[in-house]
C-alpha cells in the first residue's frame, strides 16, 4: 500500500509542495550525492509562488537550474558506471530503495501538477534525485544512503506541517493494493 499526499486543487499548495521539491529535497539529495554546486543553486531560487505558477515565464530560471542540476547528476551517475564497470557495492540493495515512497510519490505527482502547467522544474528536479540517488547508494556521494533517506524524510515531514497548517483540507491517504 502507498500512501499519496492529496491537496485541494489550489495554486498555493501547489506552490509549497513546488518550493520543496525544488528549494529543499533535491538539494538534500544532491549535497550527499556530493553535487554541492547544484545543490546550492536550487536553495538559492526564488521561493515558488502562486503568482509565479500561473506565469511560467517566471520560472524559467528555476527550469533551467532544475534541468542542470539534472544532466549533471546523470552525468556523474553515467561517469561512475562507464570509469568502474560495475558499481562497487555488489550484494547491496539497489540504492532507490532507500528512497522514501511518499517522497517518490509526491514528487511525481507535483511534477505532473507543474508540467500542465508549462512548468518543466518539478519534473528535472524529480529527475535529479532520481538520479543523484544512486551516486550516494554506490558509495560515492558524502552521506550514506540511508543519511540520505533519514534528511530526505525529515524535510517531507516538514512539508506536511507546513500544509496542514496552511492548507488544512490536505491529507495523506493510502491508495493502492497490498499483496
Wanted: glycine fraction near 6%.
Amino acid at each position: 500500500m502507498t500512501s499519496v499526499l492529496t491537496l485541494p486543487a489550489t495554486a498555493r499548495a501547489t506552490g509549497i509542495v513546488a518550493d520543496w521539491l525544488l528549494r529543499s529535497a533535491a538539494p538534500i539529495v544532491l549535497d550527499a550525492a556530493d553535487l554541492p554546486k547544484c545543490a546550492t543553486s536550487l536553495r538559492r531560487l526564488p521561493m515558488v509562488t502562486p503568482v509565479r505558477l500561473h506565469r511560467p515565464r517566471q520560472l524559467r530560471r528555476h527550469d533551467y537550474l532544475a534541468a542542470k542540476a539534472a544532466a549533471t547528476a546523470r552525468r556523474r551517475l553515467v561517469a561512475l558506471h562507464v570509469g568502474a564497470g560495475q558499481p562497487k557495492n555488489e550484494g547491496a540493495p539497489p540504492p532507490l530503495l532507500y528512497l522514501p515512497d511518499e517522497v517518490v510519490d509526491a514528487a511525481a505527482r507535483i511534477s505532473g501538477d507543474l508540467a500542465d502547467l508549462g512548468v518543466s522544474a518539478a519534473a528535472d528536479a524529480n529527475v535529479a534525485i532520481l538520479n543523484a540517488f544512486p551516486i550516494i547508494g554506490y558509495k560515492h556521494g558524502i552521506a550514506p544512503a540511508t543519511a540520505a533517506a533519514h534528511r530526505l524524510t525529515e524535510s517531507y515531514c516538514a512539508l506536511l506541517i507546513d500544509l496542514w497548517c496552511s492548507e488544512p483540507r490536505a491529507q495523506v491517504r493510502s491508495v493502492g493494493v497490498e499483496f
